[in-house]
């Protein structure tokens, strides 16, 4: 079964810059699958931060519009999201969720932390 493995988290200052990855870990149709990105801060829920569709078309949430992109690439297989601008409120761990077609798959998150 194909998993997706998030990469890419980090520390960095507050108005500094990251990139996360989300790459299957084997060939697989992502151009048929709509990426998500979420996020989840100690003591608070989960939540959405960035989708793209199988067109491409993407939404966000308010507190990120403006500053983060998310992306794909269905030739390698992988979804990104840049995140520039970062602010404290950003430091959680990040999960790519990846679905479509009755299937669904999330990653294992990864750490990103904004220190101000």
């Known amino acids: 079964q194909v998993q997706f493995v998030e990469s890419g988290g980090g520390l960095v200052q507050s108005g500094g810059s990251l990139s996360l990855s989300c790459a299957a870990s084997r060939s697989s149709f992502i151009s048929r699958y709509t990426g998500d990105w979420y996020r989840q801060a100690p003591g608070k829920q989960r939540e959405l931060v960035a989708t793209i569709d199988t067109r491409g078309s993407t939404t966000y949430a308010d507190s990120t519009k403006g500053r983060f992109t998310i992306s794909r690439d269905n030739l390698k297989n992988t979804f990104r999201l840049q995140m520039n601008d970062l602010e404290s409120d950003d430091t959680a761990v990040y999960y790519c969720?990846?679905?479509?077609?009755?299937?669904?798959?999330w990653g294992q998150g990864t750490q990103v932390t904004v220190s101000s």
């Open positions: 969720h990846v679905w479509g077609f009755g299937d669904e798959y």
